[in-house]
Every structure is written in structure tokens, then in C-alpha cells.
């Protein structure tokens, strides 16, 4: 071949695999996961620049690219995404945990000065150095999953200096490391102990002074709320959500976890990105986010460590064609999860979902709830070259296996990613 034809070359060439290229045309043309059976992808710089059958390709491999990956007949899916986390923070809580098994339930221990306040005091007093140590192990092993775009909320500093140290934090870990991160300001997380019976005043402070400059910082890529019992109400969420809105990020929120306060319905009237947890969501706004678009994230996590017993309505959200997600909601208090691959698991056991939903709920769908569906979440021409090869050559097998790790390889952006 001459230096011309060899310049044209791709720079990798995925051949022999089974594709789950995850991609709804391929769904609603009856295959299964957008599956291609014998099928082979290229990308050229950070994109994937072919897809399609073996027998579709264009010449010999080797004269195709520069470099050739034999998949030997195993699964290649999109690189996951973890849509929901809370990866930087301080501290440890494992005391709570046992408390929770002796009897106390979340929300008493919250009243009592622990959960998310307790979380609050050790970020605070731990440097931006440290948290970076910190959340560093918990990075590395979403990787090893398999995982390529993370999202990470603030919501521990509760105070304009260290709600931008966890910001900070989550965009170096990006920098840093092949993964991409999506930033959360999640200031209205919980009240701080100096504005304890000071709700709309904290509220104030997070919208007119906290927003304002995390968004002149570029620090975040949307906002977040806690809506609930202990957090904050509707209407308190709603003054964020307007904040958001005169600095155009979209938001997101938490909402009937706990108990049902609209906040669902809320969230789909600002077209919010996600609606996350969702156990005690009502029929009415399920139907407001099919009509805005929001995306369902459920997190499992949360509900298995919470010993929680009332299920998310995945049916009514299935019937009603609300799209799903699935993510860890990594934190320290009610999800000390860093196995996305484990989610798969869960959400298929405790939440019934298929093996095809779930692995739509850390691909396609979790693209959708981070605002990123253009980019990544599917394997298709133009997309991001994310990239997993999995020792599996059913996609079934990603939430069968438990406490496994079949991750084999990954491109990241086109470029391959060592091993974590």
C-alpha cells in the first residue's frame, strides 16, 4: 500500500465481534440491543467513522487500519455511563450503616444531625488535595466496568468555597484520567447546620451568590436539587430551578424518594434533564416527563442499602415509554457503590427490569440524562468512539455475572485506555 492509501487508513478496526450497538433504529428494526451478530467498527481519530456486518467492509482489515482487534466472536457494547454519583467527598459513615441495621431509619438519623450533614463537615475540612486522593479509588474502579462519562454532583460543601472545591475536584479527575466528567452543582442538597430554620435564606445564598459564580467558573454542567421531606419543597426547588434558567444549565433533581411531593412534575415543567430515585412517583407526573422528555434515573443502590421496600413504578414508566437509567448514586451515606456492572445486576433482580433495559439504562438512556445523546450512549457513525469489549459474547451475561468484572478493553475518545 503507498503512504497515501496508508495516511487514509483508520486508526483501529474492531473486527469478528457481536455489536450491541445499543441504537434505537436498530431496536425498532426488531434486533435486539441494536445487535449486529458478525460485525466489525472503525474510528478514526475520536469518532467512530464505520459500523455494520463483516461482510459489509470495504476491503481486507489489515488494509483497512492501522491497527486490527480480533473480538473473537465477544460483545461490544457502548462505554457505560454512570449518570447519577456523588464521587467526591470527605469522610465515612459506615457508623450510620450500623445504626440503620440496629433500627434507626434514614431519616431519623438525618434529623439527628448525621446523613448529609455529617458528610458536610469532613468535606469541608479536608483540601482539595484530599479529596481528590479520595475520590481517586472510586474513579478507578467505575473504570474498571467498563465505565467512560461519570457524572459527579457537589452538594457536600454547602458553602460557596467548597462547593467549588468539590467542582474543581470532579473537572481535574476529568482532566486527569480517559473518562469524561459531567459536573453537577448541587448546592440545595441539605441545609448547613449556620442556617439550621433558615430554609429560604440558604435557598437565597444558593440561587443569588453560590450559582452565579460556579457559573462564571465553568464549573458546572447543570444543577441539581434535593426535593423532599429533609431537603427542600417544591417551591424552594423551583426558585433554584428559575436561577438555573437566567444562567441557561439545565437542570436535574432528586425527587420521591422518600415520599411523594410533586417534584417529579416539577422537574418535567422545566423540561429537566432526569428525575432520580423516583420510588414514590405518581401516575400524573409520569406522564409530565414522557411529554417533557425527562429521563427516569432509578438507582438501586440506594434502595438496597436503605433497605427500602417500596418499589419505583418501572412498569407504569415502561407502559408509558419513559426512558430509564440506571446509575450508582455513589456516596458515602445511602449508596457505597462503585460497580456500575453491579447495578445491572440489581436492576434486573430487585427492580425486574430486562438485561436489555438495563444495559439501555447505562448506555442510551444515561446519555439522555446527562444532555449527551448526540455524542455518546450509542454505536454510531459520528458518535464518540467509546468503546467496551467484554469477555461475553451475551449481552444478557453484563447483569447475570454478580461481583464480576468481564470489562477485557476499552477505547476512550478512539484512543485505548489501560487497564485501571
Request: charged share 20%; net charge negative; aromatic share 6%.
Amino acid at each position: 500500500m503507498t503512504d497515501s492509501a496508508t495516511d487514509n487508513r483508520w486508526n483501529h478496526l474492531w473486527i469478528n465481534a457481536r455489536i450491541a450497538t445499543m441504537s434505537l433504529n436498530g431496536s425498532q428494526g426488531g434486533s435486539a440491543y441494536g445487535m449486529i451478530e458478525h460485525g466489525a467498527i472503525a474510528t478514526q481519530g475520536d469518532r467512530i467513522v464505520w459500523a455494520g456486518n463483516m461482510s459489509d467492509l470495504p476491503g481486507e482489515p489489515a488494509a483497512l487500519a492501522e491497527e486490527v482487534t480480533d473480538c473473537n466472536g465477544q460483545l461490544v457494547t457502548p462505554g457505560l455511563i454512570d449518570c447519577h454519583t456523588h464521587l467526591v467527598y470527605g469522610g465515612d459513615r459506615s457508623a450510620e450503616f450500623e445504626m440503620r441495621l440496629n433500627g434507626a431509619s434514614y431519616e431519623e438519623i438525618a434529623r439527628a444531625g448525621g446523613g448529609i450533614v455529617s458528610t458536610v463537615k469532613a468535606t469541608r475540612a479536608a483540601s482539595e488535595d484530599e479529596l481528590y486522593e479520595h475520590a481517586l479509588p472510586r474513579l478507578k474502579r467505575l473504570m474498571a466496568d467498563g465505565v467512560t462519562t461519570v457524572e459527579i454532583k457537589s452538594g457536600y460543601g454547602l458553602a460557596l468555597e467548597h462547593e467549588a472545591k468539590q467542582l474543581r475536584v470532579a473537572r481535574k479527575l476529568g482532566n486527569d484520567f480517559s473518562v469524561s466528567v459531567k459536573t453537577t452543582f448541587l448546592g440545595a442538597h441539605a441545609l448547613p447546620p449556620e442556617y439550621q430554620d433558615r430554609s429560604d435564606d440558604y435557598i437565597d445564598m444558593v440561587c443569588n451568590e453560590m450559582l452565579p459564580v460556579i457559573h462564571a467558573e465553568g464549573l458546572a454542567d447543570c444543577v441539581d436539587a434535593f426535593c423532599e421531606g429533609i431537603g427542600f419543597s417544591v417551591a424552594q426547588t423551583e426558585r433554584v430551578f428559575e436561577a438555573a434558567k437566567k444562567h441557561s444549565l439545565p437542570v436535574k433533581l432528586h425527587a420521591e424518594q422518600l415520599s411523594d411531593l410533586g417534584g417529579s412534575g416539577l422537574a418535567a415543567r422545566y423540561n429537566a434533564l432526569s428525575a432520580d430515585h423516583l420510588e414514590y412517583l405518581n401516575s400524573d407526573d409520569i406522564a409530565a416527563m414522557k411529554a417533557s422528555g425527562t429521563v427516569a434515573v432509578v438507582l438501586p443502590g440506594a434502595f438496597y442499602c436503605l433497605r427500602e421496600t417500596k418499589l419505583p413504578p418501572i412498569q407504569a414508566l415502561r407502559d408509558a415509554g419513559v426512558p430509564i437509567a440506571l446509575a450508582t448514586d455513589c456516596n458515602p451515606g445511602s449508596s457505597p457503590v462503585v460497580s456500575l456492572l453491579l447495578m445491572l445486576s440489581m436492576g434486573c433482580t430487585l427492580f425486574h427490569m430486562t438485561p436489555e433495559e438495563t444495559l439501555a439504562g447505562v448506555t442510551r438512556n444515561a446519555a439522555k440524562a446527562l444532555g449527551i445523546i448526540d455524542e455518546v450512549g450509542t454505536l454510531e457513525v459520528g458518535k464518540r468512539a467509546d468503546l467496551v469489549l467484554w469477555r461475553a459474547k451475551n449481552p444478557a451475561q453484563l447483569s447475570y455475572l454478580v461481583a464480576d468484572l468481564p470489562c477485557q478493553k476499552v477505547l476512550f475518545a478512539g484512543q485505548p485506555r489501560a487497564a485501571q
